[in-house]
């Protein structure tokens, strides 16, 4: 009886140990990826109405890009944040997380869908689902480009 009792805890120690192996590889990556020195960095800003976002993309050696987003959108709380994706074909698709006004302690994540054209990157509407706390675009629904508010021109970036 005994020795079932030891051979069930190693089991678990096990089990445990290998979890933690899975873990590592996502977060190796994710400093991986702020650790990179960016291949180029490009800002952009929109303005629709009394609306304002800047946004800021480092193009990393893999493709992949990571920058920082500030929308100022008229009557609602700033919201500031890191925005991560990649590329495909010409459509950058990525997550913005974010805080929301002087709430530090509350974070936030949506997807975002950018088209990029020569100099312009436009943001979609899509339809978002969330699962399971998560958000993400719904398959199969296009990515409207057309009727949108914010269209981004190329800057000159400004350290602040």
């Known amino acids: 009886m005994k020795n079932l009792g030891l051979i069930c805890l190693m ?7 290998s979890c933690k192996k899975n873990q590592s590889p996502n977060e190796d990556e994710a400093n991986k990826i702020q650790d990179e020195k960016p291949l180029n ?3 952009y800003i929109a303005i629709y109405e009394e609306d304002t976002i800047e946004l800021k993309i480092n193009t990393l050696k ?4 990571n920058g920082d987003m500030v929308m ?11 925005i991560v994706g990649e590329y495909h074909g ?6 913005y997380t974010f805080i929301q006004g002087a709430n530090e302690k ?16 436009i943001l979609g509407n899509g339809k978002i689902e969330n699962y399971m706390g998560a958000s993400y675009f ?20 400004v350290d602040k």
Do not use: R, W
């Open 11 to 17: 089991l678990l120690f096990v089990l445990m140990g």
């Open 41 to 43: 960095l490009q800002c």
């Open 62 to 65: 893999d493709g992949k890009i």
């Open 72 to 82: 100022k959108i008229d009557n609602m709380p700033i919201k500031d944040g890191e």
């Open 90 to 95: 010409d459509t950058l698709i990525s997550a």
């Open 106 to 121: 509350m974070t936030y994540k949506n997807p975002m869908a950018f088209l990029k054209k020569a100099d312009t990157l």
């Open 138 to 157: 719904a398959k199969g629904i296009p990515i409207d480009f057309e009727h949108v508010k914010y269209k981004f021109t190329k800057v000159d970036c």
